[in-house]
């Protein structure tokens, strides 16, 4: 085998240059594969983490209904019972109750409809970092009697300022009107526009008396320890729970997201099958004129007694070598660099970040050092010089001792 | 008992249109020892006789025995462990490893006999001494002649200790002092070790230098002349 191994590693540097043009093919294709493959995990990462921690959390409890009909009147009355449930299980890290409705916001002539959600302070800070948010004013303190915080795109657009008062007029539990005015007592900045327009955030409390509904909640969020444990975490709360409740999963109330993600997904594999096949007829031809031109020498080395199976194996190591050296030199190259853009993600500018904006997505390109990225690239295009040398091998089996050594 | 032993050999090749009898029905016996010339005009079927004698083509009939082995019926794989214990080969063109240095193109059949590192270092040191290409040792082929290559090749051919020796015109690539060389150092192998060739050739110099002439025309053997001890005979 040793010998085999020696003669293929040689072998290959017979013809420098054709090696060298073939393995330069292989570790471009490496490079751009994982770039490519690791800016769009990244970004997937990114979304779906935006729409983990911003609204649904990993998991979510809420009354039965109330996902299809996302009315308070489907809000359930909070049971301390639960948190039990939730504390007991070591996967859940987080539980973050929230009290979500609509209203229309307005300030003298200017008026807006808006997303209003109370939050515990403490939970929510640490699910999504919204204190960080905070450009002017301050996040909420454990007072009691709490202001309210908007973001900046609504500050603008009904001219407000810190410290002036907003009037919110909606429809609160079982029909009551929900009426208030609150101080702004801070103002947040998200990187995406569409929060920073419609949000607004109460302390729980201030939200359960401004909408009649005591102690009641519309959803709770749960953060996860460990993302593989969505679905046992999902089971042991369904278990623990009564019937009136219902557990759902984040890719199940993110529905358009997977989609897109999925169909992006897609895209990007179509375009790396290109890539590779375009590489595959690269190193196909280098290892099938390596063995055609050695025809003789093949035939040589059999008849002085080598078996077929030894030259096909001597085959086999010379296009994993090519592979290996490809796969090996082009990670090590892009490495470093995807490193750096992990810790320091591209922020989109101009007209990208706009698309961005406007499907919802932070303008960021993070990249994913996601290990499943390199494993899929190596074992690629491992499988690529394997199959390239199925030709060869085939070619090698039929070459006629007799009539070649002729030649 | 002979070491080859050829019964009734024919091959037809039956490639072209028109079937080519090759070989017609040859009967011949070879003893150890021997340091034979197979001769004849261009086309007479030398060389398919010698690729038949190796196991290299299998014939259309007729039967080669190798020291009580029929070849003729070997399977693939089992007929190339053969050749590797049994027959050495040296080619008109040489045909080395152009990635091995001299060294390690003699002991390439070694370690696939899986001899140990010991009894391969030794013997390839004592086969390039008898080559008189001791000081080529870790060199690649294409830096010698083509008369050093064939050289190394004939301690290729031997460093598996064979029962015999088949070369297929391997002077033809050779000028006239290489050939010397080349038969000369053949010659006293076969007289101090008892090593069996048996070599075409169109060389009349070769020729001479043989012990035994079987001349083949149209694939058949038309005269089989032992010359004993004729090089001795001429050089004293
Ligand atoms: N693979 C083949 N297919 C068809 N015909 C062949 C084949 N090999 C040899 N022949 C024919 O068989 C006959 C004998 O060929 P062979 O090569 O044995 O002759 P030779 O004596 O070695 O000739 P030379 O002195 O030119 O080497 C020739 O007529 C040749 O054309
Ligand atoms: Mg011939």
Known sequence: MKQIIILAWRNLWRNRRRTMITLASVFMAVILAIAIRSLQKGVYASMISNAVRFSTGYIQVHAKGYWDDQNINNSFEYDPSLSAVFQKNKDISLYVPRLESFALASSGPHTKGVAVTGIDPEKEDEMNGLAKKIIEGDYFNSQPQQGILIGDGLAEYLQLHLGDTLVLLGQGYHGATAAGQFPIQGIFHYPLDQMNNTMVFLSLPDAQLLFGAENSLTSISLMLQNENAISSAKEFIEKHVDSTYEVMEWPAMNKTLVQEIQGDNAGGIIMLGILYLVVAFGVFGTILMMTMERKKEFAAMIAVGMRRFKLTFMVIFETIFIGLIGIVSGTLIILPILIYFHRHPVALTGAAAETYQQFGIEPVMPASLDPSIFLYQGITVLCIAILSAFYPLWYINRIPVAGTLKQ | ?236
């Not at chain 2, 070989?23 to 030398?46: H, M, Q, R, Y």
């Not at chain 2, 001299?102 to 001899?115: A, C, D, P, S, T």
């Not at chain 2, 391969?120 to 830096?143: A, H, T």
């Open chain 2, 1 to 236: 008992m002979p070491v080859i032993e050829v019964k009734q050999l024919k091959k037809t090749y039956n490639e072209t249109m028109v079937p080519v009898h090759a070989l017609n029905g040859v009967d011949l016996t070879f003893e150890k020892g021997e340091f034979t010339a197979i001769v004849g005009p261009s086309g007479c079927g030398k060389t398919t006789l010698l690729n038949m004698m190796g196991g290299l083509d299998r014939p259309t009939s007729g039967i080669v025995t190798i020291e009580n082995d029929d070849i003729t019926n070997m399977k693939a794989g089992e007929l190339v462990d053969f050749r590797l214990n049994n027959i050495g080969f040296i080619f008109q063109s040489y045909n080395l490893i152009p990635v091995l240095t001299v060294k390690e193109n003699i002991e390439f059949i070694m370690e696939l006999q899986h001899r140990n590192r010991k009894e391969m270092e030794d013997r390839v040191r004592y086969l390039l001494e008898v080559m008189g290409l001791s000081d080529k040792i870790n060199v690649r082929p294409r830096y010698l002649s083509g008369g050093q290559q064939q050289r190394v090749a004939v301690a290729r051919a031997l460093a598996s200790k064979p029962k015999f020796i088949l070369a297929d015109e391997p002077t033809a690539n050779l000028d006239s002092k290489s050939t010397d060389i080349l038969l000369d150092l053949m010659a006293e192998l076969n007289q101090k070790e008892n090593v069996t060739f048996v070599f075409s050739t169109h060389d009349q110099r070769v020729m001479d230098k043989a012990r035994r002439i079987i001349t083949l025309e149209d694939g058949k053997v038309i005269s089989d002349i032992k010359q004993v001890k004729s090089n001795e005979a001429r050089h004293s």
